[in-house]
């Protein structure tokens, strides 16, 4: 099973500010084999980023993913009031498997 | 537009079983394949399988083989999900979600609302 590590686990910033968040796989899942997503509490994952870098459908631009191999990024460029909220990595190379989960909550 | 509705919060005692259902609007049955993935309370998400419903086959993840049964209705475009002998460490949300494709695993692109399912004496 591909194990996916995700760091920080809460990142405490002010709206406005850069986020950059880190997911690393046990094992390489390629160049395209990742996505992120976003949780708000009370609300389904909403699909953000696939294929690493692709920024899913009505996404805004702020949002960039990044990586190959084990090591991939989220970044978020100006962070907007809706932003914070929990962001999870998933790998589907190999079946499918979830990181633990960034907070990113406000300062 | 693609919808994915699924059914009631359920309450259970420990060593039943709950079976909890995901109804697919559009094509969705003829051109993708659904995932159930459950989130237990303040914790991350958890895969535990899916169905391709044009051909019936599934995939579950090792932790829960032999636990969960997965199914589809073409008819009613609608996914199962039945989970047995449940415990207390089963209580969390059960989503469905979409892969859009038949024929590899892709990203989930739209999920269901979530379904609560605790389980106590």
């Known amino acids: 099973e591909i194990v996916l590590t995700q760091s920080p686990g809460t990142l405490s910033l002010s709206p406005g500010e850069r986020a950059t968040l880190s997911c690393r796989a046990s094992q390489s899942v390629s160049s395209s084999y990742l996505a992120w997503y976003q949780q708000k509490p009370g609300q389904a994952p909403r699909l953000l980023i696939y294929?690493?870098?692709t920024r899913a459908s009505g996404v805004p631009d702020r949002f960039s993913g990044s990586g190959s191999g084990t090591d991939f990024t989220l970044t978020i460029s100006r962070l907007e009031p809706e932003d914070f909220a929990v962001y999870y990595c998933?790998?589907?190379?190999?079946?499918?498997?979830f990181g633990g989960g960034t907070k990113v909550e406000i300062k | 537009q693609v919808q994915l509705v699924q059914s009631g919060a359920e309450v259970k005692k420990p060593g039943s079983s709950v079976k909890v259902s995901c109804k697919a609007s559009g094509d969705t049955f003829s051109n993708s394949a659904i995932s159930w993935v459950r989130q237990a309370p303040g914790q991350g998400l958890e895969w535990m399988g899916g169905i391709i419903p044009l051909f019936g086959t599934t995939d579950y993840a090792q932790k829960f083989q032999g636990r969960v049964t997965i199914s589809a209705d073409q008819s009613t475009t609608t996914a199962y999900l039945e989970l047995s002998s449940l415990r207390p460490e089963d209580t969390a949300i059960y989503f469905c979600?979409?892969?859009?494709?038949?024929?590899?695993?892709?990203?989930?692109?739209?999920w269901g609302q979530g379904t609560l399912v605790a389980v106590s004496s």
């Open positions: 998933q790998q589907y190379l190999s079946s499918f498997t």
């Open positions: 294929g690493a870098s």
């Open positions: 979600a979409r892969v859009p494709s038949l024929y590899q695993n892709l990203w989930h692109d739209y």
